[in-house]
């Protein structure tokens, strides 16, 4: 973990752009993110199979907002179960698009599949760097995604998507709901 990280990358961007205040955050260490979260958060793997199977349902995903300029797409997004529509995941990610093939680009930009998805489809090779591991305290955004009924402290972690190059595919921030 490090401590010049900026713990809710690259939603931070989001809200300084539409002037809202960020959450309360702290980085926490990977031993003090308490179960289930620790099992889900903490490790080099991929969150979309992680989730998939611990719930036991396919992901699918819901764009809440999303920029896109020449070489990348940044988005806010919500991964739910695909039978019930439990959301599982609220986050941010920042997509590197130039490093895609074009088939998996053309998904990406579709919004309909989670990058988990689309990189085990395209058999797009990578590693998943987790930087740290955050506790944070939801507000509206956050609740409104998870459907949660008041604030709550929630969990998350800060991940880079790496070529074998160590080029950045993606940088994202996962929250997982209570």
Avoid: W
């Amino acid at each position: 973990m490090q401590g010049d990280l900026k713990p809710l990358f690259p939603l931070d961007e989001f809200y300084s752009e539409e002037g809202r205040p960020l959450p309360p955050v702290s980085l926490v260490a990977g031993s003090d993110v308490p179960l289930p979260y620790g099992a889900l958060l903490v490790g080099d793997h991929d969150m979309t199979p992680t989730l998939e199977a611990f719930h036991g349902e396919t992901i699918e995903i819901r764009v809440i907002e999303r920029k896109l300029s020449a070489d990348s797409l940044a988005r806010i997004v919500v991964l739910l179960l695909e039978d019930s529509g439990k959301p599982v995941e609220f986050g941010a990610i920042i997509i590197h698009l130039d490093l895609f093939p074009p088939e998996a680009r053309d998904r990406i930009l579709e919004g309909h599949m989670p990058l988990g998805t689309i990189l085990a489809t395209y058999h797009v090779n990578h590693l998943s760097c987790p930087r740290g591991f955050i506790r944070v305290q939801s507000d509206s955004v956050m609740e409104e995604a998870l459907s949660l009924s008041g604030r709550c402290m929630l969990y998350g972690r800060r991940n880079v998507l790496l070529t074998p190059q160590n080029e950045i595919l993606a940088e994202i921030v996962e929250i997982l709901p209570p």
